[in-house]
């Protein structure tokens, strides 16, 4: 009985390419005399979808502000295409680049991402953007500093405002138009 050494094709690795191959075995008996040689075809296919890395996350932006998220995925069959379903609102490039197409309103949007090989193998990853209107809270003599103060100032107690002991007039004043739903603006300095 002889034993079987396998020649091994450079490119027959760990990481096959997809494709077929020749696989020579030559058989020897146990005095190293050439026996029989055999042949045999191996088929290489891909049907495993690409792997996230890192798997996509949440994401939480400022209303006004854009989503600028990149996602990777990989796969032995490159290119990876990258798809949103959410087209509407979003796209992603061959990067896997994901961008708002339109100034985004808030609430959240579910969004499902894929990464598909060149065999069509998918891989899906559903992420929740949430856009949200982040608020001010003016508390301290710097943020009173950001505006125009008028017959208030936080000079004589610090990170609070208080009414000034000087009368002041106000610049300005809207005043109801009778019989219209509007206002006028009348500036009291003029
Ligand atoms: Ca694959
Ligand atoms: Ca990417």
Redesign the pocket.
Known sequence: MGHHRPYRDSQFGDNMTVGTYTVTYDVNDSSGNPAIQVVRTVYVN?T???VWVPVPSDRIIGYGSNLNYDVNAI???NPISYGVNDTTNFTIDVNGLIRNNTVLNTGVYFLNISAS?R?G?TAYSIIKITVKQYSKIYTFDVDFDEGTFIGIEHGTVHDQLQLTEGVTTFPMMWIANAGEDTVSRWDTDK
Do not use: E, F, G, Q
Request: net charge negative; hydrophobic share 10%; proline share 20%.
């Open positions: 891909d495993t979808p690409p796969d032995l069959s090989d065999y193998n």
